[in-house]
């Protein structure tokens, strides 16, 4: 019977999933940016990508104190998160729409990385590995944040935009007897701005 493995061994194979995923982020973060176009959106992308950095060394401290061989394990779930992104950047939208989203794209992977990270710090707990476990909840706390930038950012306009943008479109290729309903659309997006 092949020997089982241990709550200690799916945390280490899940703090090396982690650890995956961020640096796939690091790399994903400057396509991100670059394709933006609202400058808070630059901004908190930006931002984050400086985090996520700091964050992979907080990871690599994690697995330190905890005596493990610093290494990745290929994590899928970002792989695909972030697969998915890219074929949104692909895609002809305008400006505004894009920049919608980006923010979308950029919550999903902060939602993945809160998940991962809520269980690496219970089981962290769990385990007793007391010096990983602040580590762990200090990327929790930025990721948390940053879930909470974006959102500000996509409620400070940038949806909005995407909406107008979208009313003006039907404006120009809707027939002359909707205007009413049209009329009636556009300042109900006026009033949320």
């Known amino acids: 019977m092949p020997e089982q493995h241990t709550l200690h061994d799916a945390f280490i194979d899940e703090l090396r999933?982690?650890?995956?995923?961020?640096?796939?982020?690091?790399k994903a973060l400057p396509k991100m940016i670059k394709t933006a176009t609202a400058d808070p959106l630059k901004m908190?992308?930006?931002a984050h990508l400086r985090e996520t950095e700091t964050q992979v060394t907080r990871l690599e401290k994690a697995f330190r104190s905890l005596g493990e061989t610093v290494r990745g394990k290929h994590c899928d779930g970002m792989a695909g998160i972030l697969e998915e992104g890219k074929a949104t950047m692909e895609e002809d939208f305008d400006e505004m729409t894009m920049d919608a989203c980006l923010i979308a794209a950029g919550q999903?992977?902060?939602h993945y990385e809160m998940a991962a990270y809520g269980t690496l710090i219970a089981w962290a707990k769990?385990?007793?590995h007391d010096e990983?476990?602040?580590l762990l909840e200090q990327n929790l706390n930025e990721e948390k944040a940053a879930d909470e930038k974006l959102t500000a950012v996509a409620e400070s306009?940038?949806?909005e935009q995407a909406a107008a943008g979208e009313l003006e479109e039907d404006e120009e290729n809707a027939p002359s007897?909707?205007?009413?309903?049209r009329s009636t659309k556009a300042q109900r997006v006026a009033r949320r701005r």
């Open 108 to 110: 999903r992977v902060e």
């Open 17 to 26: 999933d982690v650890y995956d995923a961020e640096r796939q982020i690091l």
């Open 157 to 159: 306009g940038v949806n």
């Open 126 to 128: 769990a385990l007793g």
């Open 44 to 46: 908190a992308l930006e």
């Open 177 to 181: 007897t909707s205007r009413t309903s």
């Open 132 to 134: 990983a476990v602040p």
